[in-house]
């Protein structure tokens, strides 16, 4: 009996040693990971450690200047970082030292902001039978949106519902997330009812959004309204981003013939799908210049 005890304690003392022996392992395993791992530094007076990479995640706690992080992972441009004192999140990679990359190489890791025109008392441009422009932005903005996440990409809609946005507010929020892409949405009106036709594509600045307007574009060229092409456009959602930025207009809505396309959803589809392909096209093509 005493040898039988004898043998259980000196398996147990055998066990306690794996046990010990183990957790020392790994946690020489976890220090030499994380030491290979990139290190930055924070390199603004202060920024918000969040739950999850974008700025509508809440914040756990606040960063300073001189902080320094271990980048473990990253999405959107957001590094997943570990802190000195042990705290795990989120942070904005261009308020860092290193900064994190200034373009992305594929869609499901980019930011893109929508833009439907108009909203609230800005009804926008109205059809013959006085439908108005805001209320089909908003729907195609929101058939592109599904479309993006459902490839994998961060979306901000500079509104989700019939409500007013001033028009700064709308490159803000592109400038504030850093955005890939901004697309604002619009349908056109010309002088006299049925004196035109056809959709375009409009850029501001040209080194930053021709590439982006020119990859949009050439996907409308099977669309049953007449592609216009691309032009240089003087408004200020494009004029004052600060990222790639185009406003695209989708049809006249004071032409009967435009109209009927307009408010058909098969049309709305089609369109949304070629701005889906024409952003595929505008990632792939960055990734292959840089």
């Given at each position: 009996m005493r040898s039988k005890r004898s043998k259980i304690a000196h398996q147990h003392q055998n066990l306690v040693f794996l046990i010990i022996i183990t957790f020392f392992l790994v946690g020489i395993l976890c220090w030499r990971t994380y030491s290979y791992f990139k290190q930055v530094e924070v390199n603004v007076a202060q920024i918000q450690l969040r739950q999850g990479p974008g700025i509508e995640y809440h914040a756990k706690?606040?960063?300073?200047?001189?902080?320094?992080?271990?980048?473990?992972?990253?999405?959107?441009?957001?590094?997943?970082?570990?802190?000195?004192n042990n705290k795990f999140g989120w942070v904005a990679s261009w308020n860092l030292n290193p900064q994190g990359?200034?373009?992305?190489?594929?869609?499901?890791?980019?930011?893109?902001?929508?833009?439907?025109?108009?909203?609230?008392?800005?009804?926008?441009?109205?059809?013959?039978?006085?439908?108005?422009?805001?209320?089909?932005?908003?729907?195609?903005?929101?058939?592109?949106?599904?479309?993006?996440?459902?490839?994998?990409?961060?979306?901000?809609?500079?509104?989700?519902?019939?409500?007013f946005v001033s028009l700064a507010a709308r490159p803000a929020l592109a400038n504030e997330v850093h955005a890939n892409a901004f697309i604002s949405f619009h349908f056109d009106s010309s002088p006299q009812q049925n004196s035109a036709s056809g959709v375009t594509t409009y850029y501001y600045h040209h080194q930053l959004s021709y590439s982006l307007a020119h990859a949009i574009n050439q996907q409308f060229n099977n669309l049953s309204l007449k592609n216009r092409g691309i032009d240089f456009g003087n408004f200020e959602v494009i004029r004052d981003n600060d990222y790639p930025a185009v406003l695209l207009e989708m049809g006249y809505i004071n032409s009967d013939h435009d109209f009927a396309e307009i408010k058909s959803n098969q049309y709305l589809a089609e369109v949304a799908n070629d701005v889906v392909k024409g952003l595929n096209t505008y990632f792939t093509a960055s990734s292959s210049t840089n």
């Open positions: 706690s606040q960063l300073k200047r001189g902080d320094r992080l271990t980048v473990l992972r990253e999405k959107y441009r957001w590094y997943y970082v570990r802190t000195a990359p200034q373009t992305v190489s594929k869609l499901s890791d980019a930011t893109i902001v929508l833009d439907p025109g108009h909203g609230g008392s800005d009804s926008g441009a109205l059809s013959a039978n006085d439908k108005m422009e805001k209320t089909y932005t908003l729907k195609l903005a929101k058939k592109v949106a599904a479309q993006l996440r459902q490839k994998g990409a961060k979306v901000y809609l500079t509104r989700t519902s019939d409500k």
